[in-house]
């Protein structure tokens, strides 16, 4: 690496940088490979003087600091001509510091992930004691708390769900959209939830918004399908629907709403089958 005076002036400037975070950890590898640099280092005169300077100072000021006290009571200095021993015990304190953050992460993750457990479990109670105000405010403080946990905003929601409870579970599954736009889940339920609750407009939004993300499943086309009949929308349900048949041609479903949407277009008659029978050209659908 570079041993230029800029370089070394720019790991001490890191080190005083994650000082002042409070990541003494990135602050003792930053001064750590400053010192290795510079004990390798052709910088003499008037440029050499300055940067031992800042050195002395970078070095005290990460000895006052209450994580290196404990470690190095008697504190730590800096002298010209003793920097590859220094850098060597820096590294060493990174590396003890380093194992020691490490068990902490562990623990500190296990007692989270408690924490977690104990408000879904008790909101789970509670839902099935019939008391689904106790239970959303366990889940609030869930969602709030640990929002961040991948895949518990859906796990929440799904548990409103199917506790009968629909429109409450639609505010988990849109956050879990919005945190997690890769989890089709989201999607899904959340259409659900919309068509539960009388909103089959918004469900159709939704899953179309997924059919554009996600390769398209067979009950997402085939509730599109059931949609666009709703609404008189037959050039659509005939799309949807054989959509839905090129992944499930034992599909009741989609063949009932491709056929009703078939004889609407082309007449009671229409079999789809008969040659010389040319269906009336359909314009794709624009999701």
Do not use: H
């Not at 404990?70 to 002298?79: D, H, I, N, T």
């Not at 953050?101 to 989270?112: C, F, I, M, Q, T």
């Not at 889940?139 to 859906?154: I, K």
């Not at 992944?247 to 009671?268: F, H, K, M, Q, V």
């Amino acid at each position: 690496m570079d041993a230029s005076p800029k370089v070394v002036r720019e790991f001490i400037a890191r080190s005083k940088f994650n000082l002042q975070r409070k990541d003494v950890l990135r602050s003792l590898r930053a001064l750590a490979q400053g010192l290795e640099l510079l004990s390798g280092s052709q910088i003499f005169g008037r440029e050499r003087i300055e940067i031992s300077i800042l050195m002395e100072e970078a070095v005290r000021t990460l000895g006052e600091s209450e994580a290196i006290k404990r470690a190095v009571p008697a504190g730590l200095s800096y002298k010209k001509g003793q920097e590859k021993e220094l850098a060597a015990s820096l590294t060493r304190m990174a590396d003890v510091l380093e194992k020691l953050l490490g068990k902490a992460e562990v623990e500190a993750r296990r007692k989270r992930l408690a924490e977690l457990d104990e408000l879904v479990l008790a909101g789970q109670a509670e839902l099935e004691n019939k008391q689904p105000l106790e239970a959303r405010k366990f889940f609030r403080r869930a969602m709030d708390s640990f929002g961040d946990e991948p895949g518990l905003l859906v796990d929440l929601g799904n548990r409103l769900m199917l506790a009968g409870l629909p429109g409450e579970a639609c505010e988990y599954f849109q956050k879990s959209i919005e945190a997690a736009p890769g989890d089709q889940r989201g999607y899904e339920f959340l259409a659900q939830c919309l068509d539960a609750t009388g909103e089959g407009f918004k469900a159709e939004e939704v899953l179309k918004a997924a059919v554009k993300r996600f390769n398209p499943t067979e009950q997402m086309l085939v509730r599109l399908a059931k949609g666009a009949m709703d609404r008189r929308g037959w050039d659509d349900a005939l799309t949807f629907a054989e959509k839905a048949l090129e992944l499930n041609p034992t599909s009741r479903d989609a063949r009932r709403y491709a056929d009703e949407a078939s004889r609407i277009l082309y007449g009671e008659n229409y079999d789809g089958k008969k040659e010389g029978r040319v269906p009336l050209p359909r314009k794709p659908i624009v999701l």
